[in-house]
Every structure is written in C-alpha cells, then in structure tokens.
C-alpha cells in the first residue's frame, strides 16, 4: 500500500517544480526590476539555504553536524561548482534577461534555443517549440527585421501553419528584391520546403485538396502558378496575369495572426467550377493598360487617361504633385503593384510625390510629403494607404535610395 501510494512521488514533485518554477518566475522579475537581479539573487539564495536546512533536518534522520561532515570532499566539489555554476552566475543571467525582455519571452528562452527563440521573438504563432527549434535549423536567418520575414499562415484551415519565409536583399536578388520559400508539414510531420521559390507569393480563389492556388509575383505582368495535389505544391502553368481576389501572403499571414485574438481566420473563397465573366471596364477604369502604358513612357504624365484619374483623385493638389516630380525615378512595377516616386528639385526630404496602383483591385493611391508632412490620397474615399501596400512602398523607396 505504501510503495502505491508513493509510486508517483517523482513526477509529483516535478510537477510541482514545474509550477512553482512557472508562478515564481512573475515575482522575482518585479523584484529584479525593483532592486536588482544581484541583490534578488543573493537574497534569494540565503532564505534557500535557511530554509533547505530545516527540511533536511525535519525530514532526513541525521543531525545538523552530519549535514557537513556526512559528504566527502568530492561531493562538496561538485556541488560547488553546481551552485557557482547554475544557481550564482546562471540565475543571475536569468533574472536579468526577464528584466530585459519580460517574463513571456525571457521564459521562452528557458525552452526553445536560443538562436530559435531570437528568430521567432517577434512572430506570433502556434508553432510549438520543437517546431521552432527544427525551422531556424533549416532557415538562413539568424532574425527578424526589415529585409527578413517569417510569416505564419494556416492555408486549410486545419490548426497546422504552413510558414513562409521571405528574404530581401536587392543585391543578391536584383530587381525583384526578395525571394520567398514556403515550409509545410510532411507525412512524418516534419517541416520541408516546398518547390516554389519566388520573390512574392499570393494566393488564388481556386481551392486544390484544400489548399488554394499560389501564383509567384515579382516584375512583370505574368506569373507562374503553383497547385497543391495533395502532397505538395507542384508548378500548374505559366503566363497568369494578377487577378481581382488573389490575395498577398502578408495579407493572409496578418488576418491569421489576428485571428489568435479571438478574430475570424479570414480563408480564401471556394473554388467556383465556372468562370465568372469579368465587367469590362473602358481604357480610363483598367488600371492594368494605363500602368503598362505609362511604365513605358516612364512617365505617369505620358498618359492622358492616367492623369484624368490622378485629376479626379487629388483634385487641385494634382499641380502639386506635378512640381514634386520634376526629379524621379524609374517606376517599378511587381506582384500586381505600380511605384513611382519623385520630387521636387533641391527639396529632397521635404517635397516628394509617390504614386502607387493596386493593379488586381483597380486602385489608386497617392502619397505627397509637403514640407515634411504626409498627406495621403485614396480612391476608396480614406485618407491612408493599406499598411501592406505602403510596406511595400516603403521598401521600394529605400531600394532606390541605396
């Protein structure tokens, strides 16, 4: 009856570390704050001994001198060098570090590695911390910034995260910028990269054994589409132009990240098994022919129809924009999304002008820095520019500033 009873003594009293260890940490990260981690250590370490002393002789049947004299000299080595090892020096380094980074992400260096837990410090995801530790061993990134992201997407809607992994570096990858892989789950559950390497990624409407369609962006107007066939993504077809509903991974990847709050995950549409006949719209409504048109005048003022729609967005500050482009830069277009920028002579940092089109949802967006202030023009009638679009933007204008 006794050898029952005491039969899960061991994983009780790991249990009980593991909490202790888990509520503990909150107090002692407000006490480090307060007075130090060095004071909180030593403190710490002095009630330990009083109180690890008295246990032993209430529970243990020897006396307060066997306490010393019982362990021989090899015992008191390395149990010194334990003590001056993991409880003074590691300790102290870990109380700082909760006093740096806080208690959620101090603990999570406590379990993942901690190149794992630096990469995935600011990502908000389910992945578990196997999962973590297996990613940053496969990926090239030591972390999140502005030319790297990981970004966690659930594409079935399943509770497994496919994770896309962008890297941008204009040297390396010239005019398209980045290059974006994509890491899903196998059979055997571990993460492999998938065959798609392109400088975007968006998905389609078109849904494949649960998965939609992913067409690669980057310069130009056409791109390849990829399928998932129930394994894998596997190339489908080539030449496919943007179209209204494909939607940019970073779109995806943030309305599921919001969606951890309690949100909707926000999926792609079914499939539809006929094709919808597309409104056909006149030369003034296609953004698609009057980008294309002006990227090869390399001016937006080469085209009539171009400035009729710039006029009717801005209104009388359309004169301002023209004097704020007398200087610029070759526009740029990539991933269904039209750049431009310019400014005005001598006014740099001051007078500058940036257009960007939506191609896929036929929107127009103008940017103008008017000594020094952001004033924002938009189509859909709001004074901003969606934040993925003006990301996008922004590494564009930083691109050509190099």
């Known amino acids: 009856m006794e050898s029952h009873t005491f039969e899960y003594l061991g994983e009780l009293v790991a249990l009980g570390t593991t909490l202790s260890w888990s509520i503990g940490i909150f ?3 407000e006490a480090a704050r307060r007075m130090g981690p060095n004071a909180v250590n030593h403190i710490r370490l002095v009630f330990a001994v009083i109180f690890l002393t008295i246990i032993s002789l209430i529970v243990l049947p020897i006396s307060f001198t066997d306490l010393f004299t019982s362990p021989l000299p090899q015992h008191w080595f390395w149990f010194g060098a334990s003590g001056l090892i993991g409880l003074a020096l590691g300790d102290y380094f870990g109380f700082t570090s909760f006093v740096i980074l806080g ?16 990469l995935f410090k600011n990502i908000k ?5 196997n999962d973590k530790n297996a990613l940053q061993k496969l990926l090239d990134m030591k972390k999140t910034d502005d030319n790297n992201h990981i970004y966690p997407t659930d594409l079935n809607n399943d509770g497994v995260e ?8 204009v040297v390396m990858y010239g005019n398209a910028g980045c290059a974006t892989l994509l890491y899903m789950k196998d059979e055997n559950g571990n993460y492999v990269k998938q065959e798609p390497n392109c400088p975007y990624f968006s998905a389609r409407t078109f849904i494949s054994k649960g998965f939609p369609d ?18 894998k993504y596997r190339y489908l077809k080539n030449n496919e132009e943007m179209k209204v509903g494909d939607r940019g991974i970073e779109d995806i990847s943030d309305a599921y990240t919001k969606s ?3 949100g909707a995950v926000v999926q792609p549409k079914p499939a539809v098994t006929t094709p919808v006949p597309e409104k056909i719209q006149s030369k003034t409504e296609n953004l698609q022919y009057l980008v294309s048109d002006v990227a090869k005048q390399q001016s937006f003022i080469s085209n009539n129809q171009f400035q009729i729609r710039l006029k009717k967005l801005m209104g009388k500050d359309y004169k301002t924009l023209l004097a704020y482009s007398e200087m610029d830069m070759p526009p740029v277009i990539e991933n269904g999304l039209y750049y431009y920028w310019g400014m005005q002579p001598h006014h740099g940092g001051e007078n500058e002008a940036m257009i960007i089109a939506d191609i896929p949802n036929n929107a127009l967006y103008v940017k103008l820095l008017k000594d020094g202030k952001d004033h924002f023009y938009s189509e859909d009638g709001k004074q901003t520019i969606p934040a993925s679009i003006m990301n996008w933007a922004t590494k564009m204008y930083n691109k050509g500033r190099q």
């Open 125 to 129: 995801t389910k992945l578990s911390n």
């Open 214 to 231: 992913l067409i690669c962006g980057g310069p130009g107007f056409k791109f390849a589409v990829y399928r998932f066939d129930g394994k």
């Open 162 to 169: 496919e994770i896309f992994v962008q890297y941008c570096d």
């Open 260 to 262: 951890m709050n309690g």
């Open 27 to 29: 107090p002692f990260t």
């Open 103 to 118: 208690t959620r992400i101090g603990s999570i260096f406590t379990t993942l590695a901690p190149a794992a837990a630096l």
